[in-house]
């Protein structure tokens, strides 16, 4: 008895279908497996015809091409209708799983392209996910797709932009403050505002703002520069222009160690207000009031991306954002 490698070989094809004329073959031979399961199931060629909406000779010449293709008879014919061969039995089983098999795939396909399956690589800087349209974006789109992986990255900035030029990232929530690579895009979201972070052992009053240049005599934890430059930059160049010059005593490369030495006594720290979200137990919050830096957040990706679950969450972004204060 043959094998069923002759019918499984438009499904390993599948892959590697180039041509107009393969596809149609594809299709044609597809088309066989149907019509015999059509037939083994109904018992009869009228019957089988009848259901699947063709002319009785077509569906007995689909079978006698595949009955040839095998190289055994997979029905016996008599006076009742027809009944399986035991090689038809055989094909039977296997060619239902083919086809079950077959359809999975297609289901599959057709949520992965709809944006529902699949997978998705996002970048965030740790502090946008605390509060606001970020975690509410990243909640609601697992509702609309649960069946795709959303996998989140936490990563400052510059970090992203180089995993999402290297399509290690499909797309990323960054803190944009020059142009970026001409390669990428960006769907502008809110800006962010910054505060002043001091040690809870200061003592200092809170409910009243500070002036910048009271801070001169202040020492100051902050960033190196090299873990941002432009926002390092526009930070010194933002605090000059208020009359501060940071005394900065220590420098460590995450919003997180600042916050860490802020608790410690070691300083104070110009952070990002998201933190007032989750302050830590041995910090306090004051805002500066003739010193306003603000932090736009924007979503980057490439355009050439072509990733339809990165097309859904753009499309949610935008949604989002619409509704929600720039501020």
Known sequence: ?????????????????????LYERFLMELRHLRYFVAVAEARS?????ERIHITQPAITRQIQDLEAEVGAALFERNSMGVTLTPAGAHVLKDVRGILDK????????????????GSLRVGFVENVGWDGLVPDAFALFQQQAPELQLQLV????????????????DGGFIYSFDPLPPSLRVLPLQNRRTALAIPRQWAWPTDVPVAASALN?????AFPRHTYPAYYDHLIQQCQRAGLTLDIVQ???????????????????????SNK???PARVEFIDIDDLEIR????????PENRNPALARFLKLLDALRSESSPD
């Open 295 to 302: 932090l736009p957040l924007v979503f980057a990706y490439a």
């Open 277 to 279: 979200n989750r302050p």
């Open 45 to 49: 060629f009228r019957v089988a015809a």
């Open 1 to 21: 008895m043959a094998s069923l490698a002759a019918l499984c070989v438009p499904l390993r094809r599948i892959a590697c279908v180039r041509s107009h004329s």
């Open 154 to 169: 936490p990563s400052n900035s510059p970090e992203q932009i180089q995993q999402i030029e290297s399509d290690t990232l």
């Open 251 to 273: 420098e460590v490369t995450t919003e997180a160690a600042i916050l860490s030495l802020v608790s410690a006594g070691i300083g104070a720290a110009i952070v990002n207000a």
């Open 102 to 117: 077959l359809e999975d795939t297609v289901r599959s396909a057709r949520k992965i392209g709809a944006g529902l399956a």
């Open 217 to 221: 005599d202040t020492p100051f934890v």
